[in-house]
């Protein structure tokens, strides 16, 4: 499986990279299967480093052996990927942990549904409903040295000039 990794930078040996910020699924090396959105996240990350360079780093995700890797999956918005999302964003999760979580993104387009369910605005409910007419992305973060093993450099190119 193809895996990419929007950046301004090339990315050959990925790295678990702590963040001082929250994000959806914890600190540890973001890609997605969606070319298109890995290019708009390169754009996003030139713009927010000052930089020209948008770079799109392409990975095969080696199958690991059965249950040789911990992988928690979100196919689609839940209480439970609400909940998650949330608490990795306030930097509060203390659940189990994972070699690799897989699940919608919880973009901008997305992020004023998921704060009016966190503030308790709306219920549950209707914020998956909200959630679930939005095209949702997928992001799969690999959380441990372990599971960045499986990833292979591929190729990388940059998003001026495609693939």
Same mark, same amino acid.
């Given at each position: 499986?193809? +895996?990419?990794?929007?950046?301004?930078? *090339?990315?050959?040996?990925?790295?678990?990279?702590?963040?001082? %910020? &929250?994000?959806?699924?914890?600190?540890?090396?973001?890609?997605?299967?969606?070319? *298109?959105?890995?290019?708009?996240?390169?754009?996003? #990350?030139?713009? %927010?480093?000052?930089?020209?360079?948008?770079?799109?780093?392409?990975?095969?995700?080696?199958?690991?052996?059965? &249950?040789?890797?911990?992988?928690?999956?979100?196919?689609?918005?839940?209480?439970? /990927?609400?909940?998650?999302? %949330?608490?990795?964003?306030? +930097?509060?999760?203390?659940?189990?942990?994972?070699?690799?979580?897989?699940?919608?993104?919880?973009?901008?387009?997305?992020?004023?549904? +998921?704060?009016?369910? /966190?503030?308790?605005?709306?219920?549950?409910? #209707?914020?998956?409903?909200?959630?679930? #007419?939005?095209? +949702?992305?997928?992001?799969?973060?690999?959380?441990?040295?372990?599971?960045?093993?499986?990833?292979?450099?591929?190729?990388?190119?940059?998003?001026?000039?495609?693939?």
């Amino acid at each position: 499986m193809l +895996l990419y990794h929007g950046s301004n930078v *090339e990315v050959i040996l990925p790295q678990l990279i702590i963040k001082s %910020r &929250g994000l959806d699924f914890g600190p540890g090396f973001y890609l997605t299967s969606n070319r *298109e959105q890995a290019e708009d996240f390169s754009e996003k #990350v030139a713009r %927010r480093n000052n930089s020209s360079s948008k770079v799109v780093s392409v990975f095969e995700f080696m199958e690991a052996p059965h &249950g040789d890797l911990s992988i928690l999956s979100f196919h689609q918005p839940s209480i439970e /990927w609400l909940n998650f999302t %949330r608490q990795n964003r306030l +930097l509060m999760y203390m659940g189990d942990l994972y070699d690799i979580v897989v699940g919608p993104v919880a973009n901008d387009d997305v992020y004023p549904t +998921l704060q009016l369910y /966190w503030t308790g605005a709306i219920p549950a409910d #209707v914020a998956i409903a909200q959630l679930k #007419v939005k095209p +949702l992305y997928d992001q799969y973060c690999f959380l441990t040295e372990k599971s960045l093993s499986y990833l292979h450099f591929n190729h990388s190119y940059s998003t001026d000039n495609g693939r």
